[in-house]
């Protein structure tokens, strides 16, 4: 098996990173629903507070290096214009199922060389380069509440709920970034 | 679920509330320059830090600074300091609200130059 460069640091940016942030996020939502002392003892929030004190701040760091490698590694090979000759734009994507050294993916997707593909750019991937942005601002800021308050988060509902809400918003962004950025692979790869 | 506001006895809430507030700054932020982008060449222009990333170079980075400096310019104002809650996340929902729509395509590109 043999991973170009380009491969490489897409399989980084998706497959590790990305991943690894929506996987996470099930462990982290559970550890903090049920932080709270009714269903705990003091020994088991103390573990609890650690656990989710690196686990979340993890999480938080992961989805900051899942937008800088998706961003500012994988991005400009998406953008690349490859494909102009002349005055025609896309003439290097003509007759082409999948984009290749003479055809970005964005230029495959703008050309329509194989089908209905515009709007997989204009629309989803102009979507998801934006808001996968805000998922680590969120992710930071329930990391912050959970490693400020620490033990204290169990005994307040109130700012457990507001950790929990913080959380799933930027699960929620990622996730939305995540399933375009695959469905976008999936139709025209990096290669 | 919905969130009750209340305050915690155990730290003053001024960091936090910086740090949530923040979010929504850098949110607000984001979305502001994906909508003047498409509304000015000029501002198009200005957004574009780095020739391989074009203009989303500027904006994210714009975006992730107001998010940093906000975070520390409110954590130093409300050091020490008990701040209420509720016009605080307020504010986060409705600065997150405008970012989710100054980056939603359909949105930004009715301002297309």
């Known amino acids: ?191 | 679920m919905s969130i009750t506001v209340e305050q915690s006895e155990a730290k003053p809430s001024g960091p936090a509330a910086a740090v949530v507030l923040a979010s929504g700054i850098g949110a607000f932020v984001l979305g502001l320059f994906t909508t003047l982008n498409e509304a000015s060449s000029g501002i198009n222009d200005f957004l574009q830090f780095s020739d391989d990333v074009g203009p989303l170079s500027g904006k994210t980075i714009l975006a992730t600074a107001a998010f940093f400096v906000a975070w520390a310019v409110f954590a130093v104002l409300w050091r020490g300091r008990d701040v209420a809650w509720r016009p605080v996340l307020t504010a986060t929902v409705v600065l997150l609200a405008l970012g989710f729509l100054g980056t939603f395509p359909t949105f930004f590109e009715a301002f297309a130059d």
Not at chain 1, 74 to 85: A, C, G, K
Not at chain 1, 180 to 190: F, M, N, Q, R
């Open chain 1, 1 to 191: 098996m043999e991973l170009s460069n380009r491969e490489f640091w897409t399989i980084i940016h998706g497959m590790v990173l990305g991943s690894l942030f929506l996987l996470a996020f099930a462990g982290g939502l559970a550890g903090l629903y049920s932080y709270r002392p009714e269903w705990m003892t003091g020994e088991g929030i103390r573990e609890r507070a650690t656990r989710l004190r690196y686990g979340i701040g993890l999480m938080a760091l992961v989805a900051w290096l899942t937008v800088l490698t998706g961003t500012w590694i994988v991005y400009p090979w998406y953008r690349e214009n490859l494909s102009e000759v002349g005055d025609d734009r896309y003439a290097g994507c003509e007759g082409l199922q999948v984009p290749n050294a003479d055809c970005s993916p964005r230029d495959f997707l703008l050309s329509q060389a194989s089908g209905d593909t515009e709007s997989w750019h204009k629309f989803w991937f102009e979507w998801k380069e934006h808001i996968a942005w805000i998922a680590p601002m969120l992710a930071t800021a329930a990391a912050f509440l959970v490693f400020y308050y620490g033990r204290s988060l169990a005994q307040t509902p109130f700012l457990r709920r507001l950790a929990i809400w913080l959380f799933v918003g930027a699960f929620a962004v990622a996730g939305i970034a995540g399933l375009i950025g695959a469905l976008v692979t999936k139709t025209a790869p990096i290669t």
